[in-house]
């Protein structure tokens, strides 16, 4: 049986539910705001479970992958100072490998053999001790290979080893720190030696330095998926908690005049619902 209008005046049916619709319009709105305010789309779990259970683990991966990323910066520096001292001992050994001629030659007197002598000696005593060098306490030319991290599920790979750097096989032997003048260009005959000796230590010197350039590569690529990544997941995770403004604007600015428009007829609904009543009085007797 339909209300009858003076029953709906009389219990305020109608305004009623014009405070529900107007709670309602009320409540999106403010919703609408911590939106636009935050700049997410998911403010709170009960607006999207699934999406905000999504998030948390999208979350959680990038950063571990950051972790794994930051793993593989520390290793990069590791190997890239390895690849800064090479480069020095490349240098030295090429002058080493120069004054070895020059004391070769017969127009070279004793007393610049001896010149050339001590240059070479500093030089050698140099490249013996880069050996010794250490980069976050670890030493930089372990015998033990080197492994990082590569990927946010714990996935590591394990590096070129860069040779032992005192190893007889790796440097000729002479440049042992412990043993440094086994050979020298004071004569003649001995500066041929060193010549040889030096000629077979840029040899294997270069083997090293292949390897260093090759770990800084491999590690470069690594990096570079783990960039690819995280960007890529994060673009998913802002698709699931990200408000697009321009929609959300919109939804505002409909939800705000609602609300306003609402607001003003619950006013003239009373006024209306007063002016009602009153008619229906029925006069004093």
Known sequence: MATQPISEIASNYVGFRLA????DNTAALTKSIERLTSGLRIVSAGDDPSGAAISVKHENAIA?????????ANTTDFVETQSDFLSSVSESLTRMSELA?????????????????????????????????????????????????VNENGGSITLQSSLN????????????????????????????????????????????QSRVSGNITVLNLYDDLLTDAIDNLTATKDRITAVDTATESAEFSRLDLLTQTGTSMIANWNTLRTNLLDLYQFPKI
Not at 64 to 71: I, L, N, P, V
């Open 20 to 23: 529900r619709i107007l709670n």
């Open 101 to 149: 001629v020059l004391s070769q030659s017969g127009s070279t007197t004793d007393a610049q053999r001896s010149a050339y002598q001590i240059e070479f000696s500093q030089l050698q005593l140099f490249v013996s001790d880069v050996g010794n060098r250490s980069f976050n306490q670890l030493d930089l030319f372990r015998t033990s290979s080197l492994s990082t991290v």
């Open 165 to 208: 750097y005192h190893a007889t096989a790796a440097l000729g032997g002479f440049f042992n720190v412990y043993n440094p003048t086994t050979v020298d260009i004071s004569a003649t005959a001995s500066a041929a030696a060193a010549q040889a000796a030096v000629s077979t230590a840029i040899t294997n010197l270069t083997v090293m």
């Open 64 to 72: 571990r992958m950051g972790a794994a990323q930051d793993g593989i």
